[in-house]
């Protein structure tokens, strides 16, 4: 626990001790045997996975969306894999079946659900989504439990090209395929005229959309739909809007910054993790629906004798299980619940005012800086921007530059991952080239790690 | 830690301390508000949670397919809370990456693939029966991905009736509806020459039928579909065969009890879950497919830019993530290596063969007992048996008994329940009335338990 708990984020650590692969294994002697080991061998064995595992609690980790350690969350994560509870009915986790209930209830206060509504916590991001197609398709066919898919027509749904793999609707379980599955073009985030001529134009194939997914803070860009004109549309046409808010909800928790998400009490559903920029424990994912009619229950429900015995001595309206498409299904809410009650609603909205004041100075330190130049000017707490080593400065802009550059980011990041010293992404997007994405999140980062990150980017690269 | 682990599996203490939800609530105070609280209140809130929950780690709990505490993978777990690992790509989470690899091919060897297989940890067994069926269609129609749903037949897949709500195909994700998932009559376990009939029949309706799910370990009776035979008929109709054994595949660390699952080699895609019988904490779900072509990853790839760069500077065939479907998943895999790294193949065979040793001591005492009746003989963990109060067991067989004896259940699990002794489920099973159904996972379960068990039932009902 020492080295998991109070060395890993420690900031005079490494943020990760890198081995390949081949070296790893031959560290790590992962063959799995008849006989057992001694307590002191596998001591040893958990020493070493930790020392060798990338400290994503280091304040220096800024490779995904999630980043930090919340003290209350963590503890709640304990008592959660001691108990072992799973969330089926009221009477195997009656506390976690409350808790959930009750943050859940807060989470769609929050979205500006007045009536209320719905929802379940589950396994991501990508299951919140999966939800979402499922029900929006239900809600047009309810015949589809019965007569099947082969009985209903074509069903087309809309999505920005910005979704990131939270929102791999393609080849997925839902099977929409990518004649299916259309995209609005944008720049950045999606353009509701194009919006509105796409549908028109399924609909003239004889194609029957059904479903809007708006992404409220993308994978890369941490760029918003506009939700309000989205809602317009999605009205007019009578269509499900989804909106995937699994990383830009926390900003609903801001005064200063909900404007972001302005609309989404429009939408019939929201997937919304607080396991990111809110820092609970891994996973915490609630997919969340305005419908009060039981939707979630009605589309899913399977009715397993064994668990849902409707002569029981309690309500069993309680039993959550039959709403989800999981049998067993952990408590994540408490992980949330607890550090919510500990921390209160103001410090939460502090965090993410925190945070997103940092990524602005950030954006303008990248821009004050010889040899940096902003993707663009950032929204929400991704910054993403290209670093050119002096030797490509003074090169014209064009072609030529723009290959070079791209092969700047992935060598500063194997230099990075070696030394160990710090953890950003890069990837290209569309048309761009490799690119570092920062992601700020608070309380963890302060201005003085942004001043790091940028020397330590020019450190590493400026040979280049 | 003292509550959730120690208390928490400590016979003397109460399984469970009953309170309905109306009070529990109360007890609680759930509400979320804008302040926050002190760490000493924060800790009573920890205290209650862990009092008022579910103690399934109890040596009386007897309530679903898992239960009790191993103390190896209860280690791992925390450590995975505190690193917060996610298997997106092998250099944020090299170690695990490479344990879930590790893990994986040793349980490939254990089915008896013996050119090897691919696979995939998940958030659950109902995830992995969703991955079969998903790449059954994908082998069967490889256009699915581009052309979608709209373009293929009706296909149907056939199961035994048995299946669990790990087995929910119908109305979730993959959407078969009623007409596409067709069952396979019964008595508790699948019979070939019917599945045979049923795949005649749907082809000559002009459906397609794709694939076949078998059960090894059914939820309610511990059933095992004859595998052996129900391959014959798969290979001869081309079908894919799929292996539902998240119950019922730790059988397979067993010399003397494998034969439950004899020709699960012969299967296209196995479930497997050691949280269940193996005692893995919570989840630890494994999906494995025999395929050699990469077959999980070409169906369900998205390549987003972002994690899987293509010009990193390690070999990227460690990067798993675009296997998932998920995005965020946990290394539930090191949870399994762990333990099975500290007690070795061997001790993990004689936990199993000691469950199912002590689970026929219990069968035998329940046909020795008056007024206790099998439902049927077990052939794995599972004992399903009726209690008769004395004032039912002079009665004539016929419905007015059956039906007297259907509300002796509730009753007693009501009592149980408020008093807290312990915790064993019921339910109804087609035309038979309510019945116990008794799970035993070693090493917690002694033959003392059993007693006690039988006991405890009589003392609770005996007024009936």
Known sequence: MEDAVKKATDVREKVCEWRSPEQLKELLDLELRDGGESESKILQRCRDAIRYSVKTTHPHFFNQLYAGMEPYSLVASFIVEALKPSLYTYEVAPVFTLMEDAVLRKMIEMIGWEEGGDGIFNAGGSMSNM???NLARYHHFPDIKEAGLSAVPRLVMFTSQEVGLTGKFKGSFVLLSQSELLCVFFRGKMIPSALELLIKTAKSEGAVPFMVNATAGTTVLGAFDPIQEIADICEKYNLWLHVDACWGGAALMSNKHQHLLKGIHRANSVAWNPHKMLMACLQCSAFLVRD???????????????LFQQDKFYDVSYDTGDKSVQCSRKPDAFKFWLMWKALGTGELEERVDRALATARYLAEEIKRREGFRLVMEPEYAN??????????????????LWKKLHTV??????RMMKKGSMMVGYQPHRDKANFFRMIVISPQASRLDMDFVLDEIHNLGKDL
Not at 294 to 306: E, F, K, M, V
Not at 387 to 395: A, E, F, I, K
């Open 292 to 306: 009060k009619t039981n939707l979630l229950q009605r589309c899913h429900s399977s009715s397993a004798s064994y």
């Open 409 to 414: 980011a992935p060598v500063v990041k194997e």
């Open 131 to 133: 939800y979402a197609v």
């Open 383 to 400: 910054v993403c921007f290209w670093y050119s080593p002096p030797s490509l400065r003074n090169l014209p802009d064009g072609p030529e």
